[in-house]
Structure formats: structure tokens, C-alpha cells
């Protein structure tokens, strides 16, 4: 397996910066045309060899969406447990009232209303990465049944709902 191509896991080293700077450096090993990084990335990555590097860019319509000035919410003050600590800026798992858990950040806060942000904190940010491909495979049967990467102890970091019968860690269970 020469490239990255549908059906293959490949690993890469990738820096990202965003504004300028630099918010991530990381390896991450994913498996090929399956959804499973974001759509310009994945793009970017198709075609590559092993040990080639390259700089791709992915505007923010191809990574986590726009900014999206209607996801500004004002909420009642009330409507949070008297005991919950409202902090300016920081990404808070919230529940609504059909029990649906959400993230959102507090941009505001007065005694009657808190004024939630439920953008993903990179919305409307265009993502450089230089990338650099260490390895390529090709995926085994199951990974593609599957639609995403086994690990070496078998099928790892999935959903429950993604598994099927010979996912061999606990992520079933
Ligand atoms: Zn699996």
C-alpha cells in the first residue's frame, strides 16, 4: 500500500496552528474515508506517501463550521442549579430540559441572565496543519465493517453503537 487511499490506516505527526500559533501537536493514526477526522483534513491527506510532508489548510466551512451568531444564547439565570459555579470562558457540559447534554461556554453573566455560546470553540477558525505521514496500512476486514481504526488490542475508542461482533475490547460492553 503505496498511498493514502479509501480503506487505509495511515499515522501522522501533525502540528496545527490557528491565528499564527500553534494550539496542537500530536500523532494520530485514523482509518481512511470514513468520516472519522475532519472533511478538509481527510481531503488533504488522500493520495500522500509515507514520510512525505505537506501543509494543509482547511478553511473553517471544511473543519468545525462557522461561527454561527445564532448559537448566542441568553438563558435565565434560574434555569442553573443554585450550586453551579458559572465560569467566564471555559467549555461547561450543560443539560436542557429533555435531559440532552451539550457543551457551551458563558460569554456574559449578570444576576438574571447568563449568555451562552454553543459554537465548538473552533468555529469559524481556518486550521493550518503540517503534517508529516509515518505510516500507511492497509485496514483488515473488520476495521472497514466497522468504519473505523482497530488498534492492537482490537477494537478501541469506539462508540457502542459502532461495535459489532468481534470488537474484542470493552467498548461494547
Ligand atoms: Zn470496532
Known sequence: MDTIQNDTVAQFAYNLNVDGEEVESNLLEYLHGHGNIIPGLEEGLLGMQE???KQVFVAAKDAYGEFDPTLILNVNRESFPEDFEIRLGEPMNLRDASGNVFSAVATAVSDESVELDLNHPMAGKDLNFQV????????TEEEIAHGHLHSAGGCAGCEPEDCGPGCESGCCG
Do not use: D, K, V
Open 51 to 53: 514520510g512525505e510532508r
Open 132 to 139: 508529516t505521514i509515518l505510516s500507511i496500512r492497509p485496514a
